[in-house]
């Protein structure tokens, strides 16, 4: 059996948190403060507990500043959360309130602490020594520990010059420019937006009186007593200098003086510097007279201040020589255009002028002349010379033209001697008829040919070809020969009789082959001679009349081969291979020459008549017929039948 139910009230309890911190009692703004928080948790009763942590100044309301157990923070934070004042924050009259709560009871503790200002620290940044007219910069090397009063910082400088001028700005940086030498007192300090001032920083700036800068002209870098030459196809000269300056001051801008030379003015220029680097002026072309002295003297300017007159240079414009030569031969052929022969005499001849020569200027000449391997020698010094070459080829004339300044110019012309070819033609054979050669009576006949050379060349060797007229081949050919003579005689077995040769020949200068001759015709027919005897016209007759008369035919009883005694004997010879002459010999010792009737000689005539043939006895009468000619000798023997004498024709002719 369940007994009776025993009752009894109990009463729970909850303890608070115990809420407790340290932090610093005084900071700065940006001060990152950390709260050691000594809130024992969790607490009595192991709740876990939160925190809230909270700040106000003088009667100012709390200001969150966080929930953490180990808050962190900066009083910066809170001022720009809040838009608190940072004039106001500076104070001491800070309170840091915890509020520690396990979820039903909570507890709090409190703390006060000042918040400080950084007063800012003034200092000057800049040279404490310059040059006069130097223009610097002065910056302000302020610091301020507080950031956020460095962006809101007042600058204040005092600025007392040497002479006692007092002048003041109110920006972070100043730039100063040095007029009057001496000491310059800097005075600066800082303000920053609590209202505190800084240290006032100090600087003595020593302004150092400012020198001259310097000019020294480098280009032309001629003097009074050794002028410049200024070649004038280079325009008017680049006047050219070097710029100094003790303080390292860039040039501002310069002037040039240029001066006749009686000394008078002519000329000023005087420019701008924008970039303190230029170190050279172009004068204008033709801005000079040509061939006059000129000198040229200059001043560079900086800070206020001109140097002192630089160096003097001295030049003159020269208009340069102008070559020019022609190259006519003693024929009036241009060399320059055409080529010319060994045998021409060439006149060289100055066409060389220089504009300079109305004020006084004068030219001297010096001729060179290149051979064709390419070396060069001093050809004349004078104008015009002539030159007459002994060798062809190509040669380069070069001529210096150099006026009293020394300024020269150069002009080349080639010239090209070419050589001349010799001419041959064919003296033997003569025939330029291939129908009608010329005859040779010998099987070694001597080809001769002339040899002419306009150059004057001899003839150093000759080819000689033969060639068979039928088949175009090459019957025997000398070869290519040294020699100077103007022959050639065929070899031995190389030809036969009765076949028509051509003839070419070519000749040899020492330079070039002619071209080859024009051909000659030859055939060999070697030495004949066939003799006739005939009755003149008139005794012909006589027999034909003789013999109608006695047998009634014109031929008997009288032939040819009968003679009277006292006739005149025609003679006939008919010859080859050209014999130089035909004799005849009669019985009885009586001669007579022939003579040819034709270049050929291949008939020839004559008669022989002595008044002792009336008394030739009848019988046989032999004529020996004899050619001859250099190289052999051919007999013909002839015999006629001499048959009463010429007055037994007249008794008989009386006879009816």
Known sequence: ????????????????????????????????????????????????????????????????????????????????????????????????????????????ATRTFMVKNHVPVAKINGPSSVNQYDTKQFTSGDTDEDTSDQGSLEYYWKVTNSTGEVNSYLTRDITLTFSDPGIYTLEHWAIDQIGDKSNIAGLQVQVKENLAPSMTLTSPSGTATNPSVIDSDQGDPLIKWTYADPENDPQEKYRLEFFAKDGLLVSTIENPDPTGLLRQYQ????????FEYFTVQGRAYSKFSWSDVSNEKTFIIDNAPKPGFTLITDTGRDATKVPIYRTDVLNIKSTATDKDEPKGDSISLKYYLKTSNGSEALASVKNDFTKQFSSNGTFTFRQRVTDSLGLYRDLS???????????????????????????????????????????????????VRIINLATGAIKVQS?????????????????????????????????NWSNVSARKYFMVNLLSIKGGVKHTEEWNNNRKGYNLKKSGNEENPRGYNVFWAGERFVLQGIATGLPDTVEVTMTGGYTTQLTPTNSDKTLWTGELYDSSFEKLPDGPVSFTFTAKNENNTKVDVVSVVISDDWTEYFRSHRIK
């Open 479 to 511: 070869g290519e020969q040294v020699s100077s003579a103007k022959q050639w005689q065929i070899p031995a077995g190389s030809l036969i009789e009765n076949e028509k040769y051509a003839v070419e020949v070519e000749v040899f200068d020492g330079f």
């Open 283 to 290: 004068i204008p072309n033709n801005t000079f007279e040509r």
């Open 413 to 463: 012309q080639n010239v090209t001697i070419v050589n001349r070819i010799p001419t041959v033609s064919i003296t033997y054979p003569t025939s330029t008829d291939s129908t009608k050669p010329t005859i040779a009576s010998t099987l070694t006949p001597i080809i001769k040919w002339d040899y002419q050379d306009e150059d004057g060349d001899l003839q150093e060797r000759y080819k």
């Open 1 to 108: 059996m369940w007994s009776d139910w025993y009752t009894q009230n109990v009463q729970v309890v909850n303890h608070p948190p115990a809420a407790a911190f340290t932090m610093p009692n005084e900071i700065y703004r940006d001060t990152i403060i950390t709260m050691d928080n000594l809130t024992p948790d969790p607490d009595k009763d192991g709740d876990v507990l939160s925190y809230a942590w909270n700040a106000k100044f003088n009667d100012s309301p709390y200001y969150w500043a966080g929930n953490n157990r180990y808050q962190s923070m900066t009083i910066r934070d809170l001022i720009n959360r809040n838009g608190i004042s940072h004039k106001k924050a500076i104070s001491d009259g800070w309170e840091m309130q915890l509020t520690a709560s396990d979820g039903r009871l909570s507890s709090y």
